[in-house]
């Protein structure tokens, strides 16, 4: 049986949620994601079902079994498939009218018009250097970037042009050195300074085993990831997207939240004051961690 696709019936039961002239906005608007693995992925797949109209995704990887615990588009049909084009392919299964545009390494080539383009940019890589040239290129641009934190709770952040990017807010050895310059203690440095911001602001080290954490900070194991975290953070950055594009505000800043579903709550970070205090506390803490 052949099946005729029509968006309006696609859409039908988004209205309500949004107007059908918001929707019509949807269809118009394009969104880059970096990375359509994890978290990325899950953003990619709610914005198909949304009704975007167009897509510009770019990753570097295949699919492999070890991603089936948490992404989205990874399949047994897909494994071995370049993860970027196998999510390209399965969201025309969703909506064959979605213009979809792919880049594999090539992608650092095609990023200055792949944010030009662009509504709102995701941050769906877990590559520091990559990191770095979509934040920077995007300040230059003037878009806004919807990011989440290395955490174990869902989390997500909006950093728009005029915010400082993760390097400077979190103070990352690397605001003098090109993306692609990087050393390996900047990048351990990095991480630190991240993995020292969601223990600050957030319950997390609750909710993981320490032991293991500590052999990821450094640099021992591959990071921990839990489907429920993961599709949950896509999707917390589905809805930033959405509002960005439909120029509604935004629920989250340039510091983020993080969600807590064990508790049924959300965190934000702390005051500066405080966190300043406590900062020296939990760098002892990662210290004792990691040894």
């Not at 009218?97 to 709102?120: F, M, P």
């Amino acid at each position: 049986m052949t099946l005729m696709f029509d968006y309006a019936e696609f859409s039908t039961r988004n209205i309500g949620f949004i107007s059908e002239e918001e929707q019509a906005r949807l269809r118009d608007s394009t969104i880059f994601v970096c990375g359509t693995g994890g978290m990325g992925g899950a953003c990619v797949m709610a914005l198909a079902r949304a009704g975007i109209g167009g897509l510009i995704l770019a990753d570097i990887d295949t699919f492999e079994i070890s991603n089936f615990n948490r992404q989205a588009f990874a399949f047994l049909g897909t494994v071995g498939h370049h993860k970027a084009e196998a999510t390209r392919d399965l969201c025309l299964t969703i909506n064959p009218e979605l213009a979809i545009t792919v880049y594999k390494q090539d992608w650092v080539e095609h990023v200055e018009d792949a944010v030009r383009q662009s509504a709102i940019v995701v941050n769906g890589t877990d590559d520091l250097g990559a990191s770095l040239l979509l934040y920077r290129t995007a300040r230059k641009h003037g878009k806004a970037v919807v990011d989440a934190y290395a955490s174990p709770l869902p989390s997500v952040y909006v950093t728009q042009a005029r915010d400082p990017m993760p390097e400077e807010r979190l103070d990352y050895p690397t605001q003098d050195t090109a993306w692609d310059a990087l050393t390996d203690g900047q990048r351990r440095q990095a991480f630190l300074r991240e993995a020292e911001y969601v223990i600050l602001n957030s319950s997390s080290r609750h909710h993981v085993d320490l032991d293991l954490a500590g052999e990821v900070a450094a640099g021992k194991r591959s990071r921990m990831s839990f489907a429920p975290m993961v599709l949950t953070t896509g999707m917390l950055m589905a809805y930033e997207v959405i509002a960005g594009t439909l120029e509604h505000p935004h629920g989250a800043d340039c510091r983020g939240w993080f969600f807590n579903p064990y508790a049924g709550r959300v965190e934000r970070p702390r005051n500066r004051l405080v966190a300043s205090v406590m900062k020296p506390v939990v760098r002892r803490f990662l210290q004792k961690m990691m040894t």
